[in-house]
């Protein structure tokens, strides 16, 4: 039903995505699209290592199948202005972190009407490179709309601009991008929650390993390749530490203005 309602907005900015994109050379690598459903409510549980994930996964199922994405995004990027304008034209949804009742009830009902719903469970951008804990909600919604849980892993994305890096336009050309879908995965309301939501970072961690090891190119040494396969990128323990500092940091700086 979305998929067939104008929407200026969102149209403009596929558009756009595409334009950059393309001018960038960016290589996109999929396996698994079968699993993109043509129609109906889903939950794509996607990866978190770039703050470019959530428009490549947009162009990626616009090529495959012209669907639209619903992204749950943080209330503070649709207080900016322009983006802010952008998020609400594409019908995204806004999340206060200290109330997230609101959002949830319009993640159900856009579920319940048909759409694709994007989210990020590991509730931001990871330094480690490799799938952290994941909150709950992903299961939750899923199983309380009755819709799939189609999880991805992105990789390379984070090449393009990510926590801590800003690559150079040299650096973004010719990236490969690669996308690993699973299966379908089914919540039920009437089993452990936190056990499910095991079973689907279990899931996500299996494609991330099947993207970094098709991955082309050679990360040994590069800060865009986790530790763990040769890579300079902090280890989960240190991101752990890095993540905290910034969040005090954060914190600090948010009483300071409100001084």
């Known amino acids: 039903m979305s998929k067939r309602t104008p ?60 669907r639209r994405i619903r992204f749950l995004a943080k209330k503070g990027a649709f207080d900016k202005p322009v983006v802010g304008w952008l998020l609400r034209g594409m019908r995204h949804i806004s999340v206060d ?25 590991e509730a931001g951008v990871n330094q480690s490179f490799t799938v952290r804990d994941l909150k709950t909600g992903t299961v939750r919604m899923a199983a309380e709309a009755q819709v799939p849980i189609i999880p991805i892993a992105v990789w390379g994305g984070h090449r393009l601009l990510t926590k801590g890096r800003k690559p150079s336009l040299a650096e973004a050309r010719n990236v490969p991008i690669r996308f690993a879908i699973g299966a379908p995965f089914h919540p039920d309301a009437g089993l452990d929650v936190r056990a499910q939501t ?22 040994t040494g590069v800060w865009w390749q986790p530790a763990h396969l040769g890579g300079s990128a902090p280890t989960p323990e240190e991101a752990a530490v890095l993540e905290a500092e910034r969040q005090r940091r954060k914190a600090a700086e948010a009483e300071a203005k409100a001084r």
């Open 97 to 121: 972190m200290k109330s997230g009742g609101e959002a949830y009830g319009q993640a159900i009902t856009a579920l319940k009407a048909g759409e694709l719903l994007g989210v990020f469970p």
């Open 198 to 219: 095991t079973a689907l970072r279990s899931s996500m961690q299996k494609l991330l390993d099947e993207a970094q090891a098709s991955y082309p190119g050679d990360g």
């Open 7 to 66: 929407e200026p907005v969102y149209a403009t900015a596929i558009g756009v995505g595409r334009l950059v994109f393309g001018a960038l050379r960016l290589k996109p690598i999929v396996t698994g699209a079968e699993h993109l459903p043509a129609a109906g409510g889903a939950v794509l549980a996607i990866t978190h290592f770039g703050y470019m994930d959530f428009a490549l996964t947009e162009w990626m199922v616009w090529h495959r199948n012209r």
